[in-house]
Each structure stands twice: as structure tokens, then as C-alpha cells.
């Protein structure tokens, strides 16, 4: 992978290509990816910001510099550029009727204020519903937004052009219950699984939401996602009165919008599946030819006696030493100690 870097006005400052000793590039399909990158200190450049490459979709915007005088090698870590939009703040209020996609889209348009971003075409798919924000950063309200639909967003960079373009986009599915993409299935059978990690954790899992808006006592007013499909509710109370029942918004209409909240919400209390391996990729299936990040699979774990389709959410990608790793992470983020403190 050849890396560039680039400075505030994305022209290429440094060497005309960087000579990295190691690599990592995280990329994430739900979530804000990150990478860091060891050169020699002889080949830095204060005015180095962005670390642009054209052999992935991703620019990473240097936060962190290391330099270490023992061996004269800096590192340069951050956050890809989707991180800018946690920068931007959804206020006043941005109400819209329109599906997911659009309302992420538009509410982009209308928040970035200085970004430097265009927003690039999109499948505005799924049913416009009524959909209200206020406060939160344009980084958490497109993912949120956009998960509840297995959708992603990502800011791409191209150099040539001069341009970054905000896209809202799919992973393909290959599992076999489709027949438009080819298969790809990860298993011991098909020897492209190493080291597994599974976990499956119920232990903080909700499917009926009741929703509080604005209002006090009997008049409050009360919406209910049920999402156990007539079997067993594992209940959860969300408090909405941020939802602004605004002038000439009808109850039923305030109600949607609570429910499309619940909706996202309901991401934070997940049956978590969670699978972890190291993939060889350039074997059997290839990485970024068969398979890239938000594509879903089929992945076989012999000693559990399971089968999962799923979708990729992450892939750590390291280069040390002349060898290139791919661990690739499939279903649920595992939420951390602190997370699961803040859901309960």
C-alpha cells in the first residue's frame, strides 16, 4: 500500500511516497476508524496533516506525532477524516420527514459548516418517516441513523480532483441465501480461518421499548417499539422529552419520531454475536477483490455447531516486516465496561 502525505490544502508534502516501517490501518464499517504509521524522522514534515493512500477508501488526518531519538523514527497516528463530522453539531433543531439516507444527508448539508466535504449521490431507500435531532455531533447521528438500516457512511478523498465526497453506502451481500454477488464463506473446511474469537453475549439484550416524550403525568405522551415478535419482552424505558413535539406536529407524527429514535436505540441493546479471525488475504478468497469491509458472509464455527451470516464491521490491517495481516471482525461491536455501565 503506497501512502502519501499531505498537508491543510491536501497538497503532497515529504517525500513523493512515505517509506513506512510499520503500518496499521483499522478500518471500521459502524464506527470511526484509526491508523498510525512509522517512518524515519528524517523523512517528517511539520506540515504534514492528511495521510492519503489511493489503495484504500480512507484518509487518515495526523492527531498524534512520536518521535523517539533512539532509533530516529516518528509516528503518525489519528483518526480517518470521517472523525471531522464529531467536530459538527446538529443545532438548532434539524426536523425532516425522508428515509434514513436522506435525513443523514441533508442534516450533513445543512451542519458541516466549513468542511471541505460534497455530498456524493446515494440509494435514498427504505420509508420516509418523521425523524428529529437536536445536539447531537453529525459523526454519532449518521451512524446511529444509518446502522439501524445496515448502512455506513464514508469520506473519500479523491487527489486528482481535489475533492472529498461524503458517501452513504452498502456492503454486498454474498452470503448464499442471495444469488446476484458471489459466495464467500469463511470456514475451517475452506482453511481461510485463523485463530477464532467468538462471543455471544445476551446479557444486555431489549426487544420492547417504551418510549417517554414531552409532557407531564397523564398528558405525557407514550409511544411502544415491539421488536420480540409476540414472544418473550425483555423490556427497556427510553426517556425522549428531547424530541420536540413542535407547532403543527401531530401526536401520531411525534410518535413516529419517538419510534424511529427506538429504532436506533434498539443497536445499544443487542443480542451481540461477535466473531474475530485472522484471514490470509491473498489466498482462496481475496481481500478487496472477493470480500471488503460491510460485506456480509457466511462464516462456519465447527466447534460451536454454528453458522452466522454476517456482516464484516471491521478489518485491522498491519504491515511489519514485509508481512501484510488482515483480521477481519464480524456482527456486533462488543461493547467495553464503561458502555455497558452507561446502557444499564
Same mark, same amino acid.
Given at each position: 500500500m503506497e501512502l502519501k502525505a499531505l498537508n491543510e490544502e491536501f497538497l503532497?508534502?515529504? +517525500?513523493?511516497s512515505l517509506a513506512c516501517f510499520d503500518i496499521v490501518w483499522n478500518r471500521k464499517y459502524y464506527e470511526n476508524g484509526k491508523f498510525s504509521v512509522?517512518? *524515519? &524522522?528524517? !523523512?517528517? !514534515? +511539520?506540515d504534514m496533516k492528511y495521510i492519503y493512500t489511493a489503495d484504500r477508501p480512507e484518509t487518515g488526518c495526523i492527531e498524534q506525532v512520536q518521535y523517539t531519538q533512539d532509533d530516529s523514527m516518528i509516528v503518525l497516528s489519528g483518526f480517518f477524516y470521517e472523525r471531522r463530522l464529531n467536530d459538527k453539531v446538529v443545532y438548532p433543531t434539524f426536523k425532516e420527514r425522508a428515509t434514513?439516507? *436522506? %435525513?443523514v444527508a441533508d442534516a450533513v448539508e445543512t451542519y458541516m459548516d466549513d468542511l471541505p466535504i460534497e455530498v456524493g449521490d446515494y440509494t435514498n431507500a427504505g420509508t420516509a418517516a418523521t425523524r428529529q435531532d437536536t445536539g447531537s455531533n453529525l459523526d454519532d447521528l449518521a451512524h446511529s441513523v444509518l446502522k439501524a438500516e445496515e448502512r455506513a457512511y464514508r469520506c473519500v478523498y479523491v487527489y486528482e480532483d481535489n475533492q472529498m465526497t461524503f458517501q452513504i453506502y452498502q456492503g454486498l451481500d454474498r452470503t448464499q441465501s442471495q444469488n446476484v454477488n458471489n459466495f464467500? #464463506? %469463511?470456514?475451517?473446511? %475452506?482453511r481461510n480461518i485463523r485463530n477464532a474469537r467468538v462471543t455471544e453475549d445476551s446479557s444486555n439484550f431489549k426487544n420492547y421499548f417504551i418510549c417517554g416524550g414531552q409532557g407531564q403525568g397523564s398528558s405525557r405522551i407514550y409511544a411502544v417499539l415491539d421488536l420480540s415478535g409476540g414472544g418473550? *419482552?425483555?423490556?427497556?424505558?427510553? !426517556?425522549?422529552? =428531547?424530541?420536540? *413535539? #413542535?407547532?403543527g406536529m401531530t401526536t401520531e407524527e411525534y410518535q413516529e419520531a419517538m419510534i424511529e429514535r427506538a429504532y436506533e436505540k434498539a443497536a445499544e441493546y443487542a443480542d451481540i454475536h461477535n466473531l474475530e479471525f485472522d484471514a490470509d488475504a491473498n489466498e482462496g478468497f481475496v481481500y478487496?477483490? =472477493?470480500? =471488503?469491509?460491510? =460485506?456480509k458472509c457466511d462464516i462456519i464455527i465447527d466447534e460451536l455447531q454454528r453458522s452466522y451470516e454476517a456482516r464484516i464491521i471491521e478489518v485491522l490491517e498491519t504491515w511489519s516486516k514485509g508481512i501484510h495481516q488482515v483480521t477481519l471482525t464480524f456482527g456486533d461491536?462488543?461493547? #467495553?465496561?464503561?458502555?455497558? &455501565?452507561r446502557l444499564r
Open positions: 503532497l508534502c515529504g +517525500p513523493m512509522q517512518i *524515519k &524522522a528524517s !523523512d517528517y !514534515d +511539520p434514513r439516507s *436522506k %435525513f464467500v #464463506t %469463511f470456514s475451517k473446511g %475452506f418473550y *419482552k425483555r423490556m427497556q424505558f427510553l !426517556d425522549m422529552r =428531547d424530541i420536540e *413535539k #413542535t407547532d478487496l477483490e =472477493d470480500y =471488503d469491509l460491510g =460485506d461491536k462488543i461493547p #467495553t465496561q464503561y458502555e455497558k &455501565a
